[in-house]
């Protein structure tokens, strides 16, 4: 929620924006090692940065990709979700957005092991 406030000493009137969010309940993400962790809205938003580097990707778009996530996420109403399901919705998300900010996240989430799965990968891309 965005708020536009005004100092409260009547001989400054300094008006300024101030920027609220709802906080929500805990999340755990269940890692793939098995340990858990909270919930990073951070951590998330700096993975959708490396993945978008120098592309015409606006930080309002990466956002709103983090702000889409989170609603479904909390929508299921369970305390922990797995690292998993994070990964795949935001390279389902980024697939319609950029190809090459989809391949460079894949290619960190997947960890692909050698040449062919990445090239596996790159033919889900091209069209047919």
């Given at each position: 929620m965005r708020r536009r406030r005004e100092c409260l000493d009547p001989r400054c009137k300094h008006r300024f924006t101030t920027y609220e969010r709802m906080e929500q309940p805990r999340l755990r993400v269940g890692k793939k090692d098995g340990r858990h962790e909270n919930y990073s809205r951070e951590k998330l938003l700096s993975g959708l940065?490396?993945?978008?580097?120098?592309?015409?990707i606006s930080e309002n778009q990466m956002e709103a990709i983090a702000t889409e996530l989170e609603r479904e996420l909390f929508a299921r109403g369970e305390n922990e979700v797995a690292s998993a399901l994070i990964g795949e919705k935001?390279?389902?998300?980024?697939?319609?957005?950029?190809p090459v900010?989809?391949?460079?996240?894949?290619?960190?989430?997947?960890?692909?092991?050698?040449?062919?799965?990445?090239?596996?990968?790159?033919?889900?891309?091209?069209p047919k």
């Open positions: 940065r490396r993945a978008c580097e120098k592309r015409p935001v390279m389902e998300a980024l697939r319609g957005l950029d900010a989809y391949i460079r996240f894949a290619s960190v989430y997947r960890s692909f092991g050698d040449i062919e799965s990445f090239r596996e990968e790159l033919k889900t891309l091209l």
